[in-house]
């Protein structure tokens, strides 16, 4: 997905709007994942979700063009640092709260209430998303 659409439609529409694009079909394929009724909806939902995988890219692509050159590496580290701050912290909150619906115990009947869960803070993410906006990125330094 990110090698096929995203150079055919960056130019077109923007990386501000391929983000909320991108977070908006992963909202919806979490919610469908979270309600799924038969077993050929998560499938389904898979067409959601590839187009999910442009978020990552674009933010990347939103933030490298607001800071210079020489600060290349510390945005990117920053982004880099806050996934993986997000990828410890998410199981260690959304593991017992699957297994808490998925047990005898729940507090009510929903076992995909921790999919609909991350689905809601993606909701987070989207809304934050739509209020980037673009400013022109930052010329070169001319040393010589």
Same mark, same amino acid.
């Given at each position: 997905?990110?090698? @096929?659409?995203?150079?055919?439609?960056?130019?077109?529409?923007?990386?501000?709007?391929?983000?909320?694009?991108?977070?908006?079909?992963?909202?919806?394929?979490?919610?469908?994942?979270?309600?799924?009724?038969?077993?050929?909806?998560?499938?389904?939902?898979?067409?959601?979700?590839?187009?999910?995988?442009?978020?990552?890219?674009? @933010?990347?692509?939103?933030?490298?063009?607001?800071? *210079?050159?020489?600060?290349?590496?510390?945005?990117?580290?920053? @982004?880099? *640092?806050?996934?993986?701050?997000?990828?410890?912290?998410?199981?260690?909150?959304?593991?017992?709260?699957?297994?808490?619906?998925?047990?005898?115990?729940?507090?009510?009947?929903?076992?995909?209430?921790?999919?609909?869960?991350? *689905?809601?803070?993606?909701?987070?993410?989207?809304?934050?998303?739509?209020?980037?906006?673009?400013?022109?990125?930052?010329?070169?330094?001319?040393?010589?």
């Amino acid at each position: 997905m990110q090698m @096929i659409f995203m150079p055919m439609m960056a130019p077109k529409m923007g990386e501000e709007k391929m983000l909320s694009i991108g977070l908006s079909l992963n909202c919806i394929s979490m919610f469908l994942n979270s309600i799924a009724w038969s077993p050929w909806v998560p499938y389904a939902a898979t067409v959601f979700s590839s187009f999910a995988l442009l978020a990552q890219p674009t @933010i990347r692509s939103i933030a490298s063009k607001q800071v *210079g050159p020489n600060e290349q590496g510390k945005a990117q580290g920053c @982004i880099s *640092g806050i996934s993986s701050f997000a990828n410890i912290v998410a199981p260690l909150v959304f593991s017992p709260l699957t297994a808490l619906f998925l047990s005898e115990d729940a507090p009510f009947n929903f076992p995909g209430f921790s999919i609909m869960c991350l *689905g809601l803070a993606t909701i987070i993410a989207l809304i934050q998303s739509t209020m980037i906006r673009a400013s022109p990125p930052i010329a070169s330094h001319n040393l010589a």
